[in-house]
């Protein structure tokens, strides 16, 4: 797997993981021409605010119009990376036209997921790239969705009390009195490939800890398997960082971040629930995260999809992608059109985050 993809935010290494250790009923692979690519079975209302389902389920008939909601669909790009990562040989027109050729052609759905819009992670050729391509799809009857809110912060201060100076006093004072749990827990940054994490027992914790968090998510899609996570912890050359936090000898909960490019990219986390709560992981992880971004003299701190809400509330500002849709059947294809809104569940998180 080479370097060089349009969009790539992370190690290619974390793409040739995806295709190596597919997730749970996945079937992935990279094209001829570098283009990652999975098909599974998607459920359409995968993403649509959980209100707005409950009145669906009391519609007529609902058991009996809600399978045909779930197709089998070929998604261009891969869970694994924060945009889609498409190869820079293919222009846009070559490109659809190579996607149509060996996916829409094939199955009900075809989704290119998670192309950026006017990123400031990416260069001007980069989003003029996915400009071009959404312009070319939306042209050839493609429906543009919008996509989830990518949380960042940029580097732009010293320390981390001159970035809470930036919130109100409210929001800091709420802020300090959670990080107080801090002084509790010892925290450690073990590069992937260290010799500890030969233990296949401490892997098997770890994914433990990734699948508690999985299994209180309110989406459930991609279920990434222990392999993979084996594949990524043991992988030394991937510039992987795991954040362990620790009270007495008892791991609390993680996050794998990856130092790529100037930037502290933070993929996964798991937690030990019982007391990741009381020690406010979550806050206090991502102030860990922020100092060793600081330290490291990184650009930004790029904070992932999930809890838009939360990361605004921290400091976090917002980048948006679309996902381009291809239906074949044409009154499935009508529905989607005319709900699409309905499935852009993060789109009030373009602005200013809250004080």
């Keep these: 797997m080479t370097e060089g993809y349009v969009n790539q935010l992370e190690p290619a290494g974390l793409i040739a993981a995806f295709a190596m250790h597919p997730p ?10 570098g ?9 359409l209302l995968t993403t649509v605010d959980p209100a707005l389902r409950q009145r669906l389920a009391r519609w007529p008939g609902y058991p009996g119009w809600r399978k045909w909601l779930t197709l089998e669909t070929c998604f261009i790009g891969a869970t694994t990376s924060e945009y889609a990562c498409l190869p820079r040989q293919q222009d846009p027109a070559a490109l659809l036209h190579w996607i149509e050729t060996h996916c829409g052609d094939r199955h009900p759905l ?24 959404i312009d070319a799809a939306e042209a050839r009857g493609y429906i543009s969705v919008e ?8 580097i732009d201060f010293t320390s981390t009390d001159e970035f809470l100076a930036r919130m109100s006093r409210s929001r800091r004072r709420n802020l300090r009195r959670k990080l107080r749990s801090r002084d509790a827990l010892r925290v450690e940054v073990i590069p992937c490939g260290d010799d500890r994490l030969a233990n296949a027992g401490w892997r098997a914790q770890l994914y433990q800890f990734y699948l508690s968090v999985w299994q209180q998510s309110e989406v459930h899609f991609d279920l990434l398997s222990a392999g993979f996570f084996d594949h990524l912890l043991l992988d030394k050359h991937s510039a992987g960082k795991l954040f362990c936090y620790w009270h007495g000898e008892r791991l609390v909960g993680f996050n794998l971040c990856y130092q790529y490019q100037g930037r502290l990219v933070d993929k996964y986390i798991g937690f030990d629930y019982s007391l990741a709560l009381k020690f406010n992981l979550y806050f206090v992880s991502w102030f860990v995260n922020l100092e060793y971004a600081i330290e490291q003299g990184l650009q930004e701190y790029v904070a992932g999809w999930t809890d838009p809400e939360v990361k605004a509330s921290l400091g976090a500002s917002f980048t948006f992608t679309r ?3 291809r239906v074949r059947n044409p009154i499935i294809r009508g529905a989607v059109r005319y709900f699409r809104h309905y499935l852009e569940s993060d789109n009030k998180w373009a602005g200013s985050p809250p004080t």
């Design 24 to 33: 749970e009923g996945f079937d992935v692979r990279i094209a001829e021409n």
């Design 323 to 325: 996902h381009l849709v």
């Design 110 to 133: 075809t989704i290119i997921k998670d192309l950026p819009v006017a990123s400031p992670l990416l260069s001007a050729d980069d989003n003029d790239y996915s400009r071009r391509l």
């Design 35 to 43: 283009l990652p690519l999975f098909t599974t079975q998607f459920d």
């Design 147 to 154: 996509g989830q809110a990518l949380a960042v912060v940029p």
